[in-house]
Nanobody, 124 residues
Framework: QVQLVESGGGLVQAGGSLRLSCLAS????????GAWFRQAPGKEREFVAS????????GYADSVKGRFTISRDNAKNTVYLQMNSLKPEDTAVYYC?????????????????WGQGTQVTVSS
């Protein structure tokens, strides 16, 4: 029903910045909360950030708070993740996801639609 496509991943040096984009399908995009998760090799997929359908409310994992910013442009059906002051431990596959309802959910099991993921690698 909803398709999500991530872009913007790549290789950056520690301290650098990167912006990820998630293009979504759907006629009622603004009714869906959006979120970013990430998964490093051998680790569980973890919550990074989420945003309400309106874009007014956001939430962040403690590990990225103050460095990452999630935003959205409903006119473009796009959710963004601006990543600054990147660290090697940020290296992971980043996934865009969405759900109908509250943005405050941090469990992967409660999100319904997922993109294919985009690789982010931060070198030291």
């Amino acid at each position: 029903q909803v398709q999500l496509v991530e872009s913007g991943g790549g290789l950056v040096q520690a301290g650098g910045s990167l912006r990820l984009s998630c293009l979504a399908s759907g006629r009622t995009f603004s009714t869906y909360a959006g979120a970013w998760f990430r998964q490093a090799p051998g680790k569980e997929r973890e919550f990074v950030a989420s945003i309400s359908g309106s874009g007014i409310s956001t939430g962040y994992a403690d590990s990225v708070k103050g460095r990452f910013t999630i935003s959205r442009d409903n006119a473009k059906n796009t959710v963004y993740l601006q990543m600054n002051s990147l660290k090697p431990e940020d290296t992971a596959v980043y996934y865009c996801t969405a759900r109908s309802g509250g943005y405050y959910v941090t469990s992967r099991w409660q999100y319904d639609y997922w993109g294919q993921g985009t690789q982010v690698t931060v070198s030291s």
